[in-house]
């Protein structure tokens, strides 16, 4: 058990900036980041892994003039199911299992658990069979799993009609005898470059090219879609990748980089087109995100990188444009520039603003269900990342606890939370970010349940005196001049607990403000 943080250190400061707490890590290095795989682990836990099958040297025999009806196979061993056994700090951020049959959905990936120990990722083989599956596979190849009747655990299924273990393998291929073929011609010379360029076999026939498809060094290329006609970046692709959406470029990105679109751009004097050997993205748009808000759930950084990839294209596939937008906003994130479209910069500001309910000076907000695949609506944050602080949360009812319970939260993701005050009524906080210049107010709730009675402010001229009890002097001033600007985002958040779901810490957008 890691040893408790200091709540905060008191710094007395005439302007206006937020007070950070000593404890804060700088953004660049987030204290506690997700795993580079999230819940779709690329490796697994090493002590989890079982030894792979050893390696033997079999002799090599070759027989020449085989009869074309010789039926060949060839056998190859599988992995053992320990390969495939996700490491049991994520599988404790798994949901429980389905009660109808024992799988455990996160996003767009289903686990189960093993009869014998251990919890698995599954999918589809080629056969529609499921088999235990590796996140690098597109299609599952582990051992064939089925589930034990009657509970919700899962065995691997006997193999039908497997080799036996003590006969020897044979294992053929044909050679042409070398009269077969009496005026062979040498194999053309491969260019150096196509060894090495991944978009070496990209090239399309030039009678298949359309408007703004573009040609480099006699080669045909596709292209994306440019988006904005301006942007002097282009960006070629490979042709069996026919319409860039989300989901295409983050199964690219995850599986398959090298395959991703590179950037091109004509260059002077001659304004010849050149390809950009560089990457565009190192890594999926979701792990960008964990990057710099380490602690948001599973759900929300699906939810938040779709949304943010739909506002940089301005549809739901991909645009030249939109990608370079993308890649500007994730060097913004890592070297602290300012961000110019700030909405594609921070998910706070993607929110849309909630409905409410009622009438007279008490209004309802009812909360949205967590969805990856759905617009998005709220922001979550995953207690499993934070367990200890949460555990304390529950003890206690104090206001002044739950406004220091969020500010460390928020402090960690990255934003710079001015001071809490000592006031034990009205939760609230004001907080910023670095790269716009938009203020935040946070209403802090407890929720069980799914419902946020909100009470309206009737009494504007007690309203900047409550401000000041509320979040303190220095934070109530720069609220005051942000919503002169008209540049403050008033929020609600604070823990969430429902009968059957897991406990959560939301933040959703409304449109009442506090002054």
């Given at each position: 058990?890691?040893?408790?943080?200091?709540?905060?250190?008191?710094?007395?400061?005439?302007?206006?900036?937020?007070?950070?707490?000593?404890?804060?890590?700088?953004?660049?290095?987030?204290?506690?980041?997700?795993?580079?795989?999230?819940?779709?682990?690329?490796?697994?836990?090493?002590?989890?892994?079982?030894?792979?099958?050893?390696?033997?040297?079999?002799?090599?025999?070759?027989?020449?003039?085989?009869?074309?009806?010789?039926?060949?196979?060839?056998?190859?061993?599988?992995?053992?199911?320990?390969?495939?056994?996700?490491?049991?700090?994520?599988?404790?951020?798994?949901?429980?299992?389905?009660?109808?049959?024992?799988?455990?959905?996160?996003?767009r990936y289903t686990y189960v658990d093993l009869v014998e120990g251990g919890t698995v990722q599954i999918g589809p083989d080629a056969q529609n069979g499921l088999r235990a599956r590796l996140s690098s596979e597109l299609l599952a190849s582990g051992p064939l799993l089925e589930r034990v009747e009657g509970t919700l655990v899962w065995r691997p299924l006997l193999a039908q009609n497997a080799p036996d273990a003590d006969i020897s393998q044979l294992s053929m291929t044909r050679h042409r005898l070398p009269d077969d073929e009496p005026?062979?011609?040498?194999?053309?010379?491969?260019?150096?470059?196509?060894?090495?360029?991944?978009?070496?076999?990209?090239?399309?026939?030039?009678?298949?090219?359309?408007?703004?498809?573009?040609?480099?060094?006699?080669?045909?290329?596709?292209?994306?879609?440019?988006?904005?006609?301006?942007?002097?970046?282009?960006?070629?692709?490979?042709?069996?990748?026919?319409?860039?959406?989300?989901?295409?470029?983050?199964?690219?990105?995850?599986?398959?980089?090298?395959?991703?679109?590179?950037?091109?751009?004509?260059?002077?004097?001659?304004?010849?087109?050149?390809?950009?050997?560089?990457?565009?993205?190192?890594?999926?748009?979701?792990?960008?995100?964990?990057?710099?808000?380490?602690?948001l759930s599973t759900t929300s950084l699906e939810s938040v990188a779709f949304h943010q990839f739909v506002l940089a294209n301005g549809s739901d596939t991909a645009t030249g444009s939109g990608l370079t937008l993308l890649r500007q906003t994730f060097n913004d994130w890592q070297t602290g520039n300012r961000h110019p479209r700030p909405q594609l910069a921070d998910p706070l500001l993607m929110l849309p603003i909630l409905p409410t309910s009622g009438n007279g000076a008490v209004r309802i907000i009812e909360l949205p269900t967590p969805?990856?695949?759905?617009?998005?609506?709220?922001?979550?944050?995953?207690?499993?990342?934070?367990?200890?602080?949460?555990?304390?949360?529950?003890?206690?009812?104090?206001?002044?606890?739950?406004?220091?319970?969020?500010?460390?939260?928020?402090?960690?993701?990255?934003?710079?939370?001015?001071?809490?005050?000592?006031?034990?009524?009205?939760?609230?906080?004001?907080?910023?970010?670095?790269?716009?210049?938009?203020?935040?107010?946070?209403?802090?709730?407890?929720?069980?349940?799914?419902?946020?009675?909100?009470?309206?402010?009737?009494?504007?001229?007690?309203?900047?005196?409550?401000?000041?009890?509320?979040?303190?002097?220095?934070?109530?001033?720069?609220?005051?001049?942000?919503?002169?600007?008209?540049?403050?985002?008033?929020?609600?958040?604070?823990?969430?607990?429902?009968?059957?779901?897991?406990?959560?810490?939301?933040?959703?957008?409304?449109?009442?403000?506090?002054?």
């Amino acid at each position: 058990m890691s040893p408790k943080r200091p709540i905060r250190t008191k710094t007395d400061t005439a302007d206006s900036t937020p007070v950070v707490r000593d404890t804060t890590p700088d953004i660049s290095t987030p204290p506690r980041l997700l795993p580079d795989t999230l819940i779709d682990p690329t490796s697994t836990h090493p002590a989890w892994q079982l030894p792979a099958p050893p390696v033997t040297r079999q002799q090599m025999i070759e027989i020449y003039d085989l009869p074309a009806e010789t039926h060949v196979r060839n056998v190859t061993a599988q992995r053992p199911i320990g390969s495939y056994f996700l490491a049991p700090g994520l599988v404790n951020r798994l949901p429980p299992a389905d009660p109808r049959d024992g799988t455990r959905t996160a996003g767009r990936y289903t686990y189960v658990d093993l009869v014998e120990g251990g919890t698995v990722q599954i999918g589809p083989d080629a056969q529609n069979g499921l088999r235990a599956r590796l996140s690098s596979e597109l299609l599952a190849s582990g051992p064939l799993l089925e589930r034990v009747e009657g509970t919700l655990v899962w065995r691997p299924l006997l193999a039908q009609n497997a080799p036996d273990a003590d006969i020897s393998q044979l294992s053929m291929t044909r050679h042409r005898l070398p009269d077969d073929e009496p005026s062979v011609v040498p194999p053309k010379r491969q260019r150096t470059d196509e060894t090495l360029d991944p978009w070496s076999n990209w090239a399309i026939d030039p009678q298949h090219a359309t408007t703004g498809d573009i040609r480099i060094d006699g080669i045909q290329y596709k292209v994306i879609p440019r988006g904005d006609a301006s942007d002097p970046i282009v960006y070629i692709k490979n042709p069996s990748h026919l319409i860039y959406d989300f989901d295409l470029l983050d199964r690219t990105l995850r599986l398959e980089p090298q395959e991703q679109p590179r950037g091109a751009i004509q260059v002077p004097p001659a304004h010849d087109w050149q390809i950009d050997p560089t990457l565009p993205f190192e890594r999926p748009l979701t792990k960008y995100i964990s990057q710099y808000f380490p602690e948001l759930s599973t759900t929300s950084l699906e939810s938040v990188a779709f949304h943010q990839f739909v506002l940089a294209n301005g549809s739901d596939t991909a645009t030249g444009s939109g990608l370079t937008l993308l890649r500007q906003t994730f060097n913004d994130w890592q070297t602290g520039n300012r961000h110019p479209r700030p909405q594609l910069a921070d998910p706070l500001l993607m929110l849309p603003i909630l409905p409410t309910s009622g009438n007279g000076a008490v209004r309802i907000i009812e909360l949205p269900t967590p969805t990856s695949n759905g617009p998005l609506q709220r922001l979550d944050f995953d207690p499993a990342l934070f367990r200890q602080e949460w555990l304390y949360s529950n003890t206690t009812q104090s206001a002044l606890d739950l406004k220091r319970f969020m500010a460390t939260l928020l402090t960690r993701n990255g934003y710079a939370v001015f001071d809490p005050s000592l006031s034990n009524s009205f939760p609230a906080l004001v907080f910023k970010r670095s790269g716009h210049d938009y203020v935040f107010f946070i209403s802090l709730h407890r929720i069980r349940g799914r419902k946020i009675n909100q009470t309206l402010n009737v009494d504007h001229s007690s309203a900047n005196l409550r401000l000041h009890i509320q979040v303190g002097a220095t934070a109530a001033a720069a609220v005051i001049a942000a919503n002169a600007a008209n540049k403050v985002v008033w929020l609600r958040g604070g823990p969430q607990m429902l009968a059957n779901a897991n406990d959560t810490v939301f933040i959703v957008r409304d449109a009442n403000p506090r002054l």
